[in-house]
Structures are given as structure tokens and as C-alpha cells.
């Protein structure tokens, strides 16, 4: 789907109809999204604009900020370059307003759409450990399976930033194969074969992280099991 442009709310025609038409525009392509239960990017994107307009609302200096700005004086002895703001319109301004809030809400409906399909998806995955758990769990691998019997195998490394408020956890994942995994053989051989091919992990943290249904792969199904396994690794 088209993406809606970081600097959509000032890039432009300034006209609350004609901004109205263009979200209006951009949430039909992400319910269609949504329908086919593809969540991302468009999760992260929806984030990212409604976090920006709720900055926006904190006053209007921030929305002047995002405006260009024309030279208006070269000083050489100081080496300074002195600017005017172009946006001194109150009817503009006000016009910038109106499409804030007539936005806001929008987003934030539209995100609740998003989360309820997101946790419906995670009710339906399981992660399970694949044989006995090392001390070091910070890297290893998963397997991803669906519905089909489809398996891709994922080798997992988490990564810490920190702030000054919290800590968050992340992770890095590289694919290693796709198979499918015959009648016969186990998770335990799987992970066997992983530690003959793969010297450097020779005791390797292994999981399975199963969906009971089947979801599109890359925008929802892998993402979300990231996710789970940062969440499991983190509170076991």
C-alpha cells in the first residue's frame, strides 16, 4: 500500500476537505491491510503519525517548525544567516487545527483495529522450548511453523537499549532455511543438525514458536514472533 508521507499534515495544499480526502484515502488502503490481517509495516506507521500529531497538538510553535523557512538576512561578520518564518496566517493555523483533531481520532480508532488483530494473532502462536534450556539464552534459534506444516528455521540474537527512564529489549533474526518437516523426524534432530552445522552454538537456546492458523508470513506471522520470543525470553 502507499505509504502517507511523514510531513503529510503541512506538505501541500493546507485545506481541511483536501487533507480530509487524503486520510481518508490512506485508512481505506490500511483497513484493506487489515482485512487480509497484514499488520505491518502500516502498525508501525499508524505509531509513528499519531504520536507525531499528539506532539503537534502541545502547541502551535511545533507546527510552525515543520514549516520552510525563507532567508531574510546575511550577517558575514558574524557568519550568521537570519531567517523569517513563513507562516503568520491565523486562518491557516487554525485550519492546521482543525485537521489535528479531526485526525487524531482516526488514528486512534484505527490503531485499536490493529491491536485487536494483533492479539487475536498472538492467542493463536505458542512459543515451547526444543529440548533442555543453557543458562545463555540471548542467542540461539527458533523454528516458525503455520497451519501447512511449512517450517522456516531463524537464528536469534537480542540486543539491549537503554535510556535514562528503561531499558528495552530487541532482537536481530537471520533466516537460516525453509523446510518441511517430514512425519518422522523432531524438533530435537532439527536443533541437532543446527549444532553440527553451526560450531559456534554448540549449546544453542532452541524454540518453536507454532501458529494454529494461517497468516500472511513476513507482514504478520514473523513479526510477531519476534515478539513473543523477547516477551518469553524476558519473564523466564
Same mark, same amino acid.
Given at each position: &500500500?502507499?505509504?502517507? @508521507? =511523514?510531513?503529510?499534515?503541512?506538505?501541500?495544499?493546507?485545506?481541511?476537505?483536501?487533507?480530509? +480526502?487524503?486520510? #481518508? *484515502?490512506?485508512?481505506?488502503?490500511?483497513?484493506? =491491510?487489515? !482485512?487480509?490481517?497484514?499488520? +505491518?509495516?502500516? #502498525? !508501525?506507521?499508524?505509531?509513528?503519525? +499519531?504520536? !507525531?500529531l499528539n506532539k503537534l497538538k502541545e502547541g502551535k510553535d511545533s507546527i510552525e517548525s515543520r514549516f520552510p523557512k525563507e532567508v531574510n538576512g546575511l550577517d558575514m561578520t558574524k557568519l550568521k544567516i537570519f531567517y523569517k518564518q513563513m507562516l503568520h496566517d491565523d486562518e491557516i493555523m487554525k485550519e492546521l487545527e482543525d485537521i489535528v483533531e479531526y485526525a487524531l481520532p482516526m488514528f486512534k480508532g484505527t490503531l485499536e483495529e490493529g491491536k485487536e488483530i494483533y492479539e487475536f494473532v498472538e492467542t493463536q502462536c505458542e512459543v515451547t522450548p526444543i529440548g533442555l534450556l543453557p543458562l545463555y539464552t540471548d542467542e540461539g534459534y527458533f523454528f516458525l511453523g @503455520? *497451519?501447512?506444516?511449512?517450517l522456516t528455521i531463524h537464528r536469534y540474537q537480542m540486543m539491549k537499549f537503554e535510556s535514562p527512564a528503561q531499558t528495552y529489549r530487541g532482537i536481530n533474526t537471520t533466516l537460516i532455511d525453509r523446510i518441511n518437516k517430514g512425519i518422522g523426524e523432531t524438533f530435537e534432530n532439527l536443533k541437532l543438525n543446527l549444532i553440527r552445522k553451526f560450531a559456534d552454538l554448540p549449546n544453542p537456546a532452541t524454540y518453536l514458536?507454532?501458529?494454529? &492458523? &494461517?497468516? /500472511? +508470513?513476513?507482514?504478520?506471522?514473523? /513479526?510477531? *514472533?519476534?515478539?513473543?520470543?523477547?516477551?518469553?525470553?524476558?519473564?523466564?
Open positions: &500500500m502507499e505509504k502517507l @508521507n =511523514s510531513d503529510w499534515l503541512t506538505d501541500g495544499l493546507i485545506d481541511f476537505e483536501y487533507k480530509k +480526502y487524503t486520510l #481518508l *484515502a490512506y485508512f481505506q488502503e490500511v483497513r484493506k =491491510s487489515f !482485512n487480509k490481517v497484514e499488520l +505491518y509495516p502500516v #502498525l !508501525n506507521e499508524l505509531i509513528q503519525h +499519531y504520536d !507525531n @503455520n *497451519a501447512t506444516g511449512e514458536i507454532q501458529s494454529k &492458523m &494461517m497468516f /500472511p +508470513y513476513q507482514p504478520t506471522l514473523v /513479526p510477531i *514472533a519476534k515478539r513473543l520470543l523477547i516477551k518469553h525470553i524476558s519473564t523466564t
